[in-house]
C-alpha cells in the first residue's frame, strides 16, 4: 500500500464543522485547487437542502427537499443531473491541483458516475482533501481503508485547529 497519505479526509457526527474547516482550508490555499463543497440551504431557520459550489463558481442543489428523485436521503430528493453536471467534473484530477471532495457521503454514492470520479481522484497522484460519512454502505467503508487516507475526526475541541493542521499536511506534501 501507499505509505504517504495524500488523501486527508475528515469524518464525525453531523453539524460537528467538517465543510467549516474545508471552507477555512480553501480560503488559505496558495497553490491551484479544483473540486467542491456543500452546505446546508435554509429557508426559515429550517434546513431545506444541500447545496454543491464548486472552486470555479458553479452551484446546483445537491438534495432538497422540493427534488422530485427516485433517490431519496430523509424528505431530500437527490439530484442525479447536478452529481453528474457539478460534482463529478470538479474533482478530475488537473496538473498538481488540491482536490476538494465535500463529500463522500450517502447522497453521492447512491451514484456510480461519483463513486467513479471519487475513486479516480483518490488513485491520482494529486492531493485530496475531503470529508467522508460517519459509517457508511461497503464503498464508503472501503475508501476509509485505503492505505493512503489519512482520515481526522472533527470535534468540538479539535474543529479550530484542523485548518491549521490541514495546510500545514498539504504544504509538507506539496514540497514532495
Known amino acids: 500500500m501507499h ?13 460537528s464543522g467538517k465543510t467549516t474547516v474545508i471552507k477555512k482550508v ?3 490555499l496558495t497553490v491551484p485547487s479544483n473540486g467542491f463543497y456543500t452546505e446546508e440551504e435554509r429557508v426559515a431557520g429550517k434546513r431545506a437542502g444541500f447545496l454543491m459550489n464548486t472552486l470555479d463558481g458553479r452551484k446546483g442543489h445537491l438534495a432538497h427537499q422540493d427534488i422530485k428523485s427516485v433517490f431519496h436521503i430523509r424528505r431530500y430528493g437527490v439530484s ?4 453528474e453536471t457539478i460534482a ?41 482533501v475531503g470529508t467522508i460519512t460517519l459509517g457508511g454502505d461497503d464503498f464508503i467503508l472501503g475508501i476509509k481503508q485505503r492505505g493512503d487516507m489519512e482520515i481526522l475526526e472533527v470535534t468540538m475541541e479539535n474543529r479550530d485547529l484542523l485548518p491549521d493542521l490541514i495546510l500545514n499536511k498539504i504544504s509538507g506534501l506539496h514540497k514532495s
Not at 80 to 83: G, L, S, T
Not at 89 to 116: A, T
Open 3 to 15: 505509505s504517504i497519505k495524500k488523501n486527508i479526509f475528515l469524518t464525525g457526527a453531523p453539524s
Open 80 to 83: 442525479i443531473e447536478n452529481i
Open 88 to 128: 463529478v467534473p470538479s474533482i478530475v484530477p488537473v496538473n498538481r491541483n488540491i482536490i476538494i471532495l465535500d463529500e463522500i457521503g450517502k447522497m453521492e454514492c447512491f451514484f456510480e458516475v461519483f463513486k467513479q470520479a471519487a475513486t479516480r481522484a483518490l488513485d491520482s497522484p494529486n492531493i485530496v
Open 26 to 28: 480553501i480560503s488559505a
